[in-house]
């Protein structure tokens, strides 16, 4: 494998990854229900401060794979166990470890039916998605790719709402679907290649055939897309997040439609490199409609996990956007965007959760005015809008800051197009955040209404000092990955045998203003 450092002594990864398995097999025999959440508490808590040892110990000054652990697995295929992270891969395993705790305080109350059931696929879903993140063969990844499928589906089709079956098929069906097409790709890298090393597959990226790069691109790309969801695969997740427990919506939302993204950042830029630059103009414009039919589509909702999950759909145009700008600030922002996403739109799904447990309603006009009755729960919605309509001092401002800086240096017809989808979201969120806040003269009143509980405030809390420690000092997030943006963007540099093809594409590319 290339560009990889010296095996760790001490398997910090593969702890991580399948410590959580032995939690679940170990829930399986647990009894009460109390002690089932508290043993689940426990141990995601525990988990999320051991991977904060990977942050302390991570050199940011270079770009190799760190915490390498590498053994053969199924020699005569040449697959190998091999787990490993970079800068970017770092952000996404913090963040998926920091919410799982989180995952489960939400739905201390919120879930009083087959508790275990719900604790194990907790449980088995941080395997796969820590495993997502760390893989550095195509066939462990593609295994904990496939392996989150059916627990979200589980959580979706059990614990959810009235039309969970429908949720839950329209969900595994998608997903499945793009997963076809991700399949497909890995075989045919595996046969030009030689290997299933993904290192191995970025190095040999500039060597491969043109013809096959278009074609291996495609299927990475309807693959991630769908679980992005980009524009026009974005038809399963409003259903998905309006069906599904507080604690799935905060899963899709903070954790799974970021597998897309880190996609096309792992695999589609630096493997098939040629082929990303002929593209990128279609998947700018994809992008770009994301986010103002996103934005549009949102302000119509008066359903709150709607309205929210349709924001996402905006937020991550500013990912893709930000990816396929192909230029330090464009994917720099691109990161914080995912991250900042995660934690804003995760915090809302966990107010909506709140304003369902007690109201047994998401309508935006029965829930209007209770914060009237509920000062805290209003502290906080208003800081996390704040947050997802991008306001300066907030962590989702330096992330479309940045997004933005690169997209000028692409096109700047490009972006006023966006201007249009900052506006909207500015305007759904403070028409929520008016309505729930203060609501209007002939809104009810709720006398007995209960306000946030220490449980609920100790679940929003680091997400809210999240908010204001990237929003006010993005400094660490952006220097642990800069030395591995400045290698991706190394490795899909353009070659100039495909210069010209480019060039002739719907808009050229203005490398000279490129940051």
């Not at 899963?251 to 950042?265: E, N």
């Not at 540099?493 to 940051?515: G, I, K, N, Y």
Request: net charge neutral; hydrophobic share 55%; aromatic share 14%.
């Amino acid at each position: 494998m290339t560009n990889l450092s010296p095996n760790e002594s001490f398997p910090l990864l593969s702890i991580l990854i399948f410590s959580p398995l032995l939690a679940a097999a170990i829930a399986a025999f647990i009894r009460s229900e109390n002690l089932l959440r508290w043993w689940t508490l426990a141990f995601t808590s525990a988990a999320a401060i051991l991977s904060l040892g990977l942050w302390r110990q991570f050199d940011p000054d270079t770009a190799k794979f760190q915490f390498v652990e590498l053994s053969h697995w199924i020699p005569f295929l040449k697959v190998d166990y091999a787990v490993g992270i970079d800068g970017i891969s770092l952000m996404l395993v913090l963040l998926t470890t920091l919410i799982m705790p989180l995952c489960v305080l939400c739905s201390w109350r919120y879930i009083q039916t087959r508790v275990k059931e719900f604790m194990i696929c907790l449980l088995i879903m941080e395997t796969a998605m820590v495993g997502v993140f760390c893989a550095m063969d195509f066939v462990l990844f593609f295994i904990f790719w496939e392996a989150m499928l059916i627990p979200m589906a589980l959580l979706i089709g059990i614990w959810g709402g009235p039309r969970k079956i429908y949720a839950s098929l329209k969900f595994f069906i998608y997903t499945m679907s793009g997963s076809i097409f991700l399949l497909v790709a890995i075989i045919a890298l595996r046969y030009q290649v030689g290997s299933f090393s993904i290192p191995d597959m970025m190095r040999a990226g500039h060597s491969l055939p043109l013809g096959f790069q278009y074609w291996v691109f495609l299927a990475f790309f309807i693959s991630f897309a769908i679980k992005v969801p980009m524009f026009p695969f974005h038809t399963w997740l409003p259903a998905a997040h309006v069906e599904a427990p507080t604690a799935g919506s905060v899963l899709l939302a903070s954790v799974l439609l970021k597998m897309g993204t880190y996609g096309f950042l792992r695999f589609s830029l630096p493997i098939t490199p040629d082929a990303t630059h002929f593209f990128t103009p279609y998947v700018l414009g994809l992008s770009v409609i994301a986010i103002v039919y996103g934005g549009l589509t949102a302000l119509a909702q008066t359903d709150l996990k709607k309205l929210v999950a349709y924001s996402s759909v905006a937020h991550m145009g500013f990912a893709t956007l930000g990816i396929f700008a192909l230029n330090t600030f464009g994917i720099q922002g691109a990161v914080l965007v995912m991250i900042n996403h995660g934690v804003t739109t995760g915090a809302l799904f966990i107010m909506v959760g709140i304003i369902y447990e007690r109201l047994h309603t998401r309508d935006l006009g029965e829930t209007a005015g209770i914060g009237r009755t509920m000062p805290i729960f209003s502290l906080f919605a208003g800081v996390f809008a704040l947050s997802s309509l991008a306001f300066p001092g907030t962590n989702s401002f330096i992330g479309e800051f940045l997004v933005m800086s690169g997209g000028f240096a692409v096109s700047k017809g490009m972006m006023i197009c966006v201007v249009p989808g900052v506006v909207l979201a500015a305007a759904y969120m403070l028409r929520m955040l008016q309505k729930i806040a203060y609501g209007g003269t002939h809104n009810p009143v709720y006398p007995g209404l209960k306000d946030l509980g220490f449980r609920e405030i100790i679940t929003l809390t680091p997400l809210l000092v999240f908010v204001f420690w990237i929003g006010l000092h993005p400094e660490p997030f952006t220097r642990v990955m800069e030395k591995s943006v400045q290698n991706l963007l190394e490795q899909t540099r353009q070659a100039p045998a495909v210069a010209s093809v480019v060039r002739a594409s719907s808009f050229e590319l203005r490398t000279s203003d490129l940051p």
